[in-house]
């Protein structure tokens, strides 16, 4: 990896991610640009900048992440971004935490499960469509561009029979969107400012229960 290449991590390394995983990044990417020539995984746009606009983007919620936790579940995996990125930095913090990846595309699914073996990550990847599961267990649910909050809880509290925390990345509406969801849920939250995004916010739910009318 060439030196240019590892100062776009920089701003990774106050959250504790260790430069031995920048390598896998770099193959991820590759991976990456190489299959978006194929197929739709990130906006063409986006692979100039593709550190910053998608892996440091993904990776800064790591310090949400108790390492207490056994399953992180990404419920609309896509290309990977965030489950694929945080899988690569539990490889070497914890790698007993598992990462289930739901991704309704058939070619999206085999992307993911090229990016698993290749990568060598600990990671299970569902071609299913999440909101047609039921009962299902995990400590962690993430979504990142996914859909709006009210539909990731409602997701969580349909479909999930446990679950401790969401992560979800927010806009610069953040606030009335988290006080908007107060009137039909009631929950505990965290936020901190995105590290590649000065309009967007990191959002730590805890604690999710439906008011009752």
């Not at 060439?2 to 991590?9: F, G, H």
């Not at 299970?124 to 469509?129: I, L, P, S, T, Y």
């Not at 006080?179 to 000065?198: N, Q, R």
Request: aromatic fraction near 8%.
């Amino acid at each position: 990896m060439i030196d240019s290449n590892i100062l776009e991590y920089k701003n990774l390394e106050p959250l504790n991610v260790s430069r031995e995983t920048f390598t896998q990044f770099e193959a991820y990417c590759d991976l990456l640009k190489k299959e978006n020539n194929k197929i739709n995984l990130i906006g063409k746009s986006t692979e100039i900048d593709i550190r910053k606009r998608h892996i440091v983007d993904c990776a800064q919620t790591i310090d949400f992440i108790d390492e207490n936790y056994d399953i992180c579940t990404d419920v609309g995996s896509g290309s990977g971004l965030p489950g694929i990125v945080l899988a690569i930095i539990m490889k070497i913090k914890k790698p007993n935490m598992k990462f289930h990846l739901y991704e309704k595309s058939f070619r999206k699914c085999e992307f993911l499960s090229a990016v698993k073996n290749k990568l060598d990550l600990n990671a299970e990847v569902f071609q299913k469509d999440v909101f047609k599961e039921k009962n299902i267990e995990t400590d962690l649910i993430i979504a990142r561009a996914f859909k709006p909050l009210p539909t990731v809880l409602s997701l969580a509290g349909k479909n999930f029979k446990t679950f401790k925390s969401i992560i979800i990345f927010l806009g610069k509406n953040s606030k009335d969107i988290l006080e908007e969801a107060l009137a039909d849920w009631s929950f505990d939250y965290i936020e901190k400012k995105s590290l590649t995004s000065d309009k967007s916010k990191i959002v730590k739910i805890c604690n999710l229960k439906k008011n009752e009318n």
